[in-house]
């Protein structure tokens, strides 16, 4: 599902973000990302949805060699991953229905599975009642529900959270990986970005530890 051979990255300031890194996420797997501030994690993240390119190595995600990709087939990759990052990119001008709308906008789906499909991810998530709210009159749990919601609405068969309960407290961390957890069990593979240890060591999945852009452990829980 997620492959890294022998993948490095070195910004163009000369900064190595990552070294040598081999990792395999499996399909319908969930695995912790974890390190310390400028580790890595987001970097790695980001090779696998192309916002950036690996220097070295390569990537393969669902069967696709990302160093072969063309600028231009970049969409089509991506409409097959979730990402849910930890301040929402949310539209504030917009309702809750058209921010998880936008993806199958962008995707050109008609009008009537559209809003079938929307509803179905709002209610997978608790937040059904509120499509027509603006995201400002959310709490913050809320609004990162709404951005798990515009992730998973394209049903991709991966999804990527960077940091996703950074800015929650326990109780909604907890509410969060629960819904991560409801999509795993489903089949969807999960890469989760998160320094929270304590929350990871509750979880008892299998954890990849990055340090100085260095794969320093891979296995079970922390």
């Known amino acids: ?15 190595d973000a990552l070294k040598h ?4 996420l499996d399909k319908g797997e969930m695995a912790f990302l974890t390190g310390h501030s400028g580790a890595g994690k987001s970097t790695l993240l980001k090779l696998i ?3 950036e390119r690996s220097t070295r190595g390569e990537v393969i995600v669902n069967g696709i ?3 072969k990709v063309s600028n231009r087939k970049i969409p089509f990759v991506r409409r097959h991953i979730g990402m849910i990052f930890q301040d929402h990119r949310l539209l504030y001008d917009r309702t809750v229905f058209d921010n998880v709308a936008l993806p199958l906008i962008i995707a050109g789906h008609p009008h009537r599975e559209i809003g079938r499909r929307v509803r179905a991810a709002l209610d997978k998530v608790g937040l059904l009642k509120k499509e027509k709210l603006q995201p400002v009159m959310l709490s913050g749990g809320e609004q990162q529900r709404v951005g798990i919601a515009r ?3 394209n049903k991709p068969p991966i999804l990527l959270a960077d940091e996703p309960t950074g800015n929650l407290d326990p109780e909604l961390s907890a509410e969060i990986m629960g819904l991560f957890q409801q999509f795993n069990q489903v089949g969807v593979s999960l890469l989760v970005a998160s320094h ?3 929350l990871i060591a509750r979880m008892k999945y299998r954890t990849i530890t990055l340090k ?10 922390l």
């Open 1 to 15: 599902m997620i492959r890294f051979n022998n993948v490095s990255k070195r910004y163009e300031n000369g900064h």
């Open 21 to 24: 890194i081999n990792i395999t």
């Open 49 to 51: 949805t192309l916002v």
């Open 196 to 198: 929270d240890l304590g």
């Open 151 to 153: 992730a998973v609405v």
């Open 212 to 221: 100085d852009g260095m794969l320093v452990a891979d296995g079970g829980s």
């Open 65 to 67: 060699n990302l160093t």
